[in-house]
């Protein structure tokens, strides 16, 4: 079954700072993947999406992710963390067939929350 | 082009009582979703509809039931509200046709409490 573990329920870094996220996944074939982002009271942005093809995607508001298929893993990166970066980050799965009707089905990990330190 | 909206954004329920919560998309989608978000579960799929005309059960359906009106309008209806569905509720759309899997565009949320 498919699924998707962010390990860091939680983190903290200062302005400026670089910020990595993890996730990973569980799925059978190649993986669709994609890292949303919350802000507070806000439904959930599209950062970026990987379907195939080059493994580092690049995304908005300066974001990147590295798809490595031998740890089945799609880390979120950004080089330099700006205040507005603060908020809550989802990776998730994307199911193509499930009982032949749910194409485009995300699995959502259950997200990290980040904090930015001025 | 509004994208995704849901109404109402906010809702004080008793137990017992029922209500529908409104989801609508001007994007043309097939696909639509409600997803409910709990602290520290993340977005768990409650049901969606592949296309006009289809409902399918998600991870947790019970409690609840849907009606896709038209191409546009997927609503969530919670027959006899329970404490337990106190909980932020988001519609979402995508292309999601044959062979496709597209990006999701959610709406703003309703958030919910059931006294």
């Known amino acids: 079954a498919q699924s998707v573990t962010q390990p860091d329920i939680h983190i903290t870094v200062s302005e400026g700072a670089?910020?990595?996220?993890r996730c990973n996944y569980s799925y059978g074939a190649t993986p669709y993947l994609?890292?949303?982002?919350?802000?507070?009271?806000?439904?959930?942005?599209?950062?970026?999406?990987?379907?195939?093809?080059?493994?580092?995607?690049?995304?908005?508001?300066?974001?990147?992710?590295?798809?490595?298929r031998s740890q089945s893993s799609f880390n979120l990166r950004k080089p330099s963390v700006h205040w507005s970066d603060a908020a809550e980050y989802f990776c998730a799965v994307a199911s193509l067939v499930d009982r032949g009707s749910t194409l485009g089905r995300l699995y959502f990990g259950r997200g990290t929350q980040l904090t930015v330190w001025p | 082009n509004a994208g995704v909206t849901q109404t109402?954004?906010?809702?004080?329920?008793k137990t017992g009582q029922s209500m529908t919560l409104q989801c609508a998309q001007d994007m043309n989608h097939n696909s639509m979703y409600w997803y409910r978000q709990d602290p520290g579960m993340?977005?768990?799929?409650?049901?969606?509809?592949?296309?006009?005309?289809?409902?399918?059960?998600?991870e947790v359906p019970n409690g609840?039931?849907?009606?896709?009106l038209n191409k546009r309008e997927f609503s969530l209806r919670l027959e006899s509200a329970a404490?337990?569905?106190?909980?932020?509720?988001?519609?979402?759309?995508?292309?999601?046709?044959?062979?496709?899997?597209?990006?999701?565009?959610?709406?703003?949320?309703?958030?919910?409490?059931?006294?």
């Open chain 2, 8 to 13: 109402p954004k906010f809702q004080v329920l």
């Open chain 2, 64 to 68: 609840y039931n849907v009606s896709r």
């Open chain 1, 18 to 21: 670089s910020l990595e996220l």
């Open chain 2, 83 to 115: 404490p337990s569905q106190t909980s932020v509720y988001f519609c979402a759309s995508s292309e999601g046709i044959a062979g496709v899997v597209g990006r999701q565009f959610f709406g703003p949320g309703t958030r919910l409490t059931v006294l």
């Open chain 1, 34 to 68: 994609f890292w949303y982002v919350q802000s507070p009271g806000q439904g959930l942005q599209l950062l970026l999406k990987y379907f195939s093809g080059d493994t580092l995607v690049q995304g908005i508001k300066g974001f990147e992710a590295e798809f490595k």
């Open chain 2, 42 to 58: 993340g977005l768990r799929l409650i049901y969606y509809s592949a296309s006009e005309g289809t409902t399918d059960k998600g």
